[in-house]
């Protein structure tokens, strides 16, 4: 009887485990499946996120194509200065202050190993988002429309 009994605890044990990874294993899948994104004028945009330093830094430099944008994210508001350093397309930067664009620079061309522009929020902003240039005039995106971050 006593074997019976540990033989039962152990499948038992055993049923319980394999639950346990499928059911974490989906949890991680439906978290991996939602990427990132911004919401402007009922535009979804997926967004790849600069949310370090490094990231920042890096930006898009040296990337082929965007699809999508890149949301930087910063733990305070200043005025931030972009540059389009080793950029290979041309952008759209839109500056953004807790859920509402304060400024668009737009058009954006790429200049090599040494810039010599920079361009600034001209507000003080806690997030930047880049997209392809043309993106804010195609959308009608402007000045003062809210801009909501998903996920």
Known sequence: MRKILIIFAI????ICFIIFLFYTKEKQEQHQSIA???EIN????PVE????????????SDKKELI??????????????FWMKNMNFPIDIIWIDNGKIVNIS???????????K??????PVNYVL????????????????KIKIIN
């Not at 061309?109 to 810039?115: D, F, K, N, S, V």
């Not at 920079?118 to 507000?123: G, L």
């Open 49 to 60: 996120l600069a949310d370090t330093p490094e990231k920042h830094i890096q930006g898009l």
């Open 106 to 116: 737009e058009n954006l061309q790429p200049e090599g190993e040494r810039p010599e």
């Open 36 to 38: 990132p994104a911004v």
């Open 68 to 81: 999508g944008g890149m949301l930087f994210l910063f733990d305070n508001k200043k005025v931030r200065n």
């Open 130 to 145: 880049e997209v392809n240039a043309g993106f804010c005039e195609e959308n009608n995106i402007l000045i003062g429309d």
């Open 11 to 14: 499948t038992l044990l055993t």
């Open 118 to 123: 920079t361009y600034s929020s001209i507000y």
């Open 42 to 45: 009922d535009i979804i945009i």
